[in-house]
């Protein structure tokens, strides 16, 4: 995916603060943190969105899964955080490339969503 932002941050063509990286994950910190701790934990693999996700990508997306509670703990978070994956056009997805928000400081992030 040449013109994937994310991509191109996995590709080291764009910085990111990165906080992990491994043969299947980088975490870096998000650009425009919404809480004192907001990181985003991104497959290298090109996944689009969970909408597109499939069986193939069950061992990765556990991976990412299991190593939020470390990141959060490393990084100023260590009594829980919220994790967001933001997908398709009803979920308000910015980027397409699948991505999981690690959300969490010091102070509780708040109620999960506003009632409509
Ligand atoms: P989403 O709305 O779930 O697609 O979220 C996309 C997130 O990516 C937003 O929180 C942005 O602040 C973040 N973001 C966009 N560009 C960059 C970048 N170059 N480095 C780090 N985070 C970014
Ligand atoms: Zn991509």
């Given at each position: 995916m040449e013109d994937c932002l994310f991509c191109k941050i996995v590709r080291g063509e764009i910085p990111a603060r990165k906080v992990h990286e491994d043969d299947w994950l980088i975490a870096f910190h998000d650009?425009?943190?919404?809480?004192p701790l907001h990181l985003l934990v991104i497959p290298?693999?090109?996944?689009?969105s969970l909408a597109t996700a499939?069986?193939?990508d069950t061992e990765i997306l556990g991976r990412l899964l299991a190593i939020t509670g470390r990141l959060a703990a490393e990084h100023g978070s260590p009594d829980g955080f919220r994790l967001i994956i933001n997908t398709g056009r009803i979920g308000h997805q910015e980027v397409p490339h699948l991505h999981a928000h690690i959300v969490g400081g010091p102070e509780p992030v708040g109620p999960m969503l506003k009632r409509a």
């Open positions: 650009i425009n943190p919404a809480r290298k693999k090109h996944i689009t499939t069986a193939d």
